[in-house]
């Protein structure tokens, strides 16, 4: 019963497989490892004074609490602390009470937890309870997209390739792909006119440790672009559909990933004769076949 909890959960892949390995305590934390005989000292990566174990990694450690109390979750976590000492059965208590969504935000958050806190360990990055969970609802977000795109049905042939704009107008194609587990950005963009001439183009990458953040400043870089190059009536096409859905959206999101979306927006409303939409992959080819980590930028077709 408890497998198929986990294994039925729309979450990706490899979230499902961090919970199934959570759910029966064998993470290596530092509790774990001196339980093996392992020389660590068993303090908490974060906070150093408590003992890392798998209830207060994902439930006890402020930092924890304070995710927690930011996806609404937080009452639930300490009424259950008052009542049981097993994480395992804490873990599927939790699962219970949740609604489905809640449940799905649950699983990526206490993956992203998990991440978090390797980051602190090898690297030494730490990360704020409010980047932790705006990055796991980004991934969340962006995997359900993915996973309704797969359903959509085909498009008709000539709607996958692309077109040419109106006369006076502009075309800008953007793609951009993720490689080092996400942390850099490869990109390229590329104007072309009614006549289908190529009026600018280029490929660079970005480094930033949340996606939300890259696409932002890319869109917004483009709109730069755009501008000091003097181009008007320009309609920016991408086929990254988080981007869009996030720059139609009528609310900015209220933490420090909003900085860069207020500033697109911002730029789209000073320019009333720029429009970003949504393409699909086939008729985006151009921009992808100059991002720097597929080809290079003389294959432009």
């Not at 408890?2 to 959960?9: D, F, G, Q, R, V």
């Not at 699983?107 to 309870?129: C, E, M």
């Amino acid at each position: 019963m408890e497998a198929p909890l986990i294994w039925n959960l729309k979450v990706p892949p490899h979230v499902r497989v961090f919970l199934r390995r959570t759910a029966h305590q064998c993470l290596p934390t530092r509790d774990n490892l001196s339980n093996c005989s392992i020389p660590y000292t068993e303090s908490c990566v974060s906070y150093d004074l408590i003992a890392e174990s798998h209830i207060h990694t994902f439930l006890v450690c402020s930092k924890a609490i304070e995710g927690w109390d930011k996806i609404g979750i937080g009452t639930i976590i300490r009424e259950m602390l008052l009542g049981a000492n097993n994480f395992s059965t804490m873990l599927f208590d939790l699962f219970s009470r949740l609604k489905e969504q809640d449940k799905l935000s649950a699983s990526i958050t206490l993956w992203s937890f998990w991440k978090s806190r390797n980051a602190k360990l090898l690297d030494s990055t730490d990360s704020r309870p409010t980047s932790i969970i705006t990055c796991a609802h980004d991934v969340l977000h962006e995997w359900s997209c993915l996973q309704k795109a797969k359903h959509l049905t085909r498009l008709p042939d000539q709607q996958l390739v692309w077109i040419k704009p109106q006369l006076g107008h502009i075309k800008c194609n953007v793609d951009a792909a993720f490689f080092n587990n996400n942390e850099t950005m490869a990109y390229g963009m590329c104007f072309r006119d009614s006549t289908c001439t190529l009026l600018f183009c280029k490929s660079d990458y970005m480094h930033y440790s949340c996606l939300s953040w890259k696409q932002n400043l890319l869109v917004f870089y483009t709109l730069k672009t755009a501008i000091s190059n003097g181009f008007h009536n320009v309609t920016f096409e991408t086929d990254i559909k988080t981007l869009v859905d996030t720059l139609s959206a009528h609310n900015v999101p209220l933490n420090e990933f909003g900085d860069p979306v207020f500033e697109c927006k911002s730029l789209l409303f000073s320019n009333s004769d720029y429009v970003v939409s949504f393409v699909r992959r086939q008729s985006n080819r151009v921009t992808h076949s100059i991002a720097p980590t597929l080809t290079p930028l003389l294959c432009i077709p």
